[in-house]
């Protein structure tokens, strides 16, 4: 079972006149910026509406994001009342009020993903997670060089049959403006010279292995995100859902082939005979491998017909030919619709 909702930019004229038909003031001085710097006015509204978003008629006014989600996974809990799967999303959805909505609303446990600026509470004051990794990270260093018990645990998950090694601290710590969070930071490397990966948890008792296996299954929606834009999801401009819908469609059956390619040995091996390259898996490699061979095909092609003694304007021609009917015809549709 799968539920999904179209995110719409906010209207920024439905979103000024209704604050201010809600009673919530504005600067005066924010309004020229509407002209000025019509980005600078968008986030002015759009952080209005946050503060006031507790308001049914405010929060009438623009569906965010996390609004849509938090609608979304309302839906599933109570299609689904006894399974109290667990939730994992990014640092762009791990905001205090939606994991307050998780754990205190639906009951559900999660595990939120952190910025290396958000802040961890001790008794000393308050560090951002940099900083506190790095002295931990001295502390674990100092304690291998004496032989003692290692900050930075090793552990294992098994994701898809393949066997993944972290470098893991484990502890309960506050988050500011999180409350008590069960904290873990990963790195990949032995040495700890990677770049670490902060997640937090509203279930205390669990431990590092439990959350990283949890967070890991977030990843390949964010690689396929990546690789979608990549392919051409992200320069759509079609208007209407029907369209959308399509447009979508389409990128993913591109990426799903691309993704089956690497396993297809025959097309490999007419591959690296062609283009000489060491073929890699990653599907924007095999977007890159498949353009390349186009433009092999495209030579081969001009090549014969030179050596059967036509001219170079003789080959093209067709082709040409082709693309501009091609072009007139997007044009003409796009003009009628």
Known sequence: ??????????????LEQ???AAGIRLRESK?????????KWRRYLLGVWRRHQNKPEVAALYQSKLMIARNLLQQWVEKQPDLKLPV??????????????LDQELGLPYVGTLADDDQVILKGGRLTLAE????????HLQALAAEGKPVFHKIGITYKGEKETYYSYCHTHRIHNYGKQRLVINFSQPDLSDSPSFYISNRLYRQSVGIT???RHRRPVEVYHEEGKAEGLGRYQVRDFRAISRHIGLVAVASSLLRAAPHDEALLQKLQRQIEFDL??????????????????????????????QTLREVMAPILAAVCRRSYSCRNRAVRS
């Open 1 to 14: 079972m799968s539920s999904f909702q179209l995110w719409k930019p906010a209207n920024l004229e439905k």
């Open 18 to 20: 209704g604050l201010l």
């Open 31 to 39: 309004f020229a910026l509407k002209e000025s710097n019509p980005k």
């Open 88 to 101: 994992t999303f990014d640092n762009r959805y791990t905001q205090p009020a939606f994991c307050r909505f």
């Open 132 to 139: 506190f990794t790095q002295r931990l990270k001295q502390e």
């Open 213 to 215: 296996r949890i967070r």
């Open 280 to 309: 890699e898996g990653s599907v924007p490699f095999g977007r890159r491998v498949t353009q390349a061979q186009c433009l092999w095909a495209l030579a081969c092609f001009i090549s014969a017909g030179l050596t059967q003694g």
